[in-house]
C-alpha cells in the first residue's frame, strides 16, 4: 500500500470511529439507579414491631435510599417508584403502624405534614401500614421533583423510571386495603405523567415505533433512539405482568399513546424493555436480548443479603449480562453493616458504555 493509500485508510478509519460515536443509541450504554427508590428509614419503633412478627421480613426492608433529586446529582439514571391509587384521597393518612405507636404512648416520627395525603391522586409508598415513610407522598410531587432537576441538568443522560402499580396489602387486620388499577386508573396515570413532567420530557412507546407497526419490529429493525437525542428524557417502564399488563395494553395495540413501556414478554407486540431481576440464573437469557437489541434491568442485590454478606457476585454477573439497567439499594455504604459493600463501575461512576455492544 503506497503512502496516499494508507493516509486515505487512516482517515476512512477515523472517519468510521467518529460516526460510530456520533449513532451511540441509548440501549448502548450501562447505568446504576436504585430500587423503591423513595424510601426513608423505618422508624426504629415500627422495625421492632416487624420484627417481633417476622425478623426475617425486618431484614429485608431495613435499608433507606436519599431524595430522587440527590440520587441523580450523584449520577443515577435510573429509580422505582411504587404508586398505589386514591382516588378520593386520604385513603393512606393514618398507617395501621402510627395508631399501633399513639395507642402506646409513642410519638410516631413526623408524616404528611403538608397534608398531601389528603388530596386525590396516586400516592408513593413501598407498604402501606408498615413501610410508608417516602420522599415523596405523591406521584405528583415525584415528577415534579424528576423535572425541576432535569431542568436544572438539560444534557443529562436520559433516566429510566420502573413504575410497580400496587393493589395488595399484607393480609394482616387493621390494614387498609388497595385499590384496583383499573382501565380508568392507568389512563389517570399517563395523565399524571404528561402533565406534570410533560410531554417532551417523555421518551414514550410512540416515539421508538415511530413508522413501524409494532415496538418489537421498530427495536429488531431501526433500534432505539440515538442517544444525544434523548437528553434530558426519561423512559417509563410498568412493572407489571398479568392482569395489570392487558388492562394497560387494552385498547393500546403496541402501546400506542402510552406514556410507559411495559414488562416484556418475548415475541409480543410491545416486546422492549425487558425485567429479569436474578442476573446470576438468567444472564445467558440477559445477554441474547440484549444482544437482539432489546433493553434490560436486572438487579445487583436484594433483601439486603448482598450488603450483609459483602458479595458482589450479583453484580459482577449483571454488569457482565448487559443489562442496561442495574438496580441497587446500596449506590452508599451502610456503615451498620461494618463493611464498604457499594455498587459502581471501577472508576466510580453510575453509566458506562455497555460492555456487551
Not at 302 to 322: C, H, I, P, V
Amino acid at each position: 500500500m503506497n503512502h496516499i493509500k494508507y493516509t486515505l485508510f487512516l482517515l476512512a478509519l477515523i472517519s468510521a470511529s467518529c460516526s460510530q460515536k456520533q449513532v451511540l443509541k441509548l440501549n448502548q450504554i450501562q447505568v446504576i439507579g436504585s430500587h423503591n427508590s423513595y424510601k426513608r428509614t423505618i422508624q426504629p419503633e415500627v422495625m421492632k414491631l416487624i420484627a417481633e412478627k417476622d425478623s426475617a421480613i425486618a431484614k429485608t426492608l431495613d435499608y433507606s435510599h436519599i431524595s430522587l433529586s440527590q440520587q441523580l446529582e450523584m449520577g443515577l439514571r435510573n429509580v422505582e417508584v411504587d404508586v398505589v391509587y386514591d382516588p378520593e384521597g386520604g385513603r393512606y393518612q393514618h398507617p395501621w403502624a402510627n395508631e399501633q405507636l399513639k395507642a402506646h404512648q409513642i410519638e410516631p416520627l413526623p408524616y404528611d405534614t403538608l397534608n398531601e395525603m389528603s388530596a386525590p391522586g396516586f400516592k408513593v409508598m413501598h407498604i402501606p401500614d408498615l413501610d410508608f415513610r417516602t420522599w415523596n407522598y405523591t406521584f405528583k410531587s415525584a415528577l415534579l421533583e424528576l423535572k425541576k432537576w432535569s431542568d436544572e441538568h438539560p444534557d443529562h443522560t436520559p433516566v429510566v423510571i420502573t413504575v410497580n402499580a400496587k393493589a395488595s396489602n399484607f393480609p394482616a387486620e387493621g390494614f387498609i386495603p388497595l385499590l384496583a388499577f383499573s382501565d380508568t386508573a392507568f389512563n389517570l396515570l399517563d395523565k399524571e405523567l404528561f402533565d406534570y413532567l410533560t410531554a417532551d420530557k417523555l421518551i414514550t412507546p410512540d416515539d421508538v415505533r415511530g413508522k413501524y407497526s409494532s415496538l418489537k419490529e421498530a427495536v429488531l429493525k431501526q433500534g432505539w433512539p440515538e442517544l444525544d437525542r434523548v437528553k434530558g428524557k426519561f423512559l417509563f417502564v410498568l412493572d407489571e405482568g398479568g392482569t395489570k399488563r392487558e388492562i394497560y395494553l387494552k385498547d393500546h395495540e403496541s402501546l400506542a399513546g402510552r406514556a410507559m413501556f411495559v414488562k416484556s414478554e418475548p415475541n409480543q407486540s410491545y416486546t422492549s424493555f425487558f425485567i429479569i431481576n436474578d442476573p446470576v440464573a438468567y444472564k445467558d437469557s440477559i445477554q441474547a436480548l440484549v444482544k437482539q437489541g432489546y433493553m434490560v434491568r436486572t438487579r445487583a442485590d436484594a433483601d439486603t443479603k448482598e450488603a450483609r454478606n459483602n458479595d458482589y457476585s450479583r453484580f459482577e454477573a449483571a454488569k457482565e449480562s448487559g443489562a442496561q439497567v442495574i438496580t441497587t439499594d446500596y449506590y452508599l455504604p451502610d456503615a451498620r453493616l461494618g463493611n464498604d459493600y457499594h455498587i459502581s463501575f471501577p472508576d466510580s461512576s453510575k453509566e458506562r458504555l455497555n460492555p456487551l455492544l
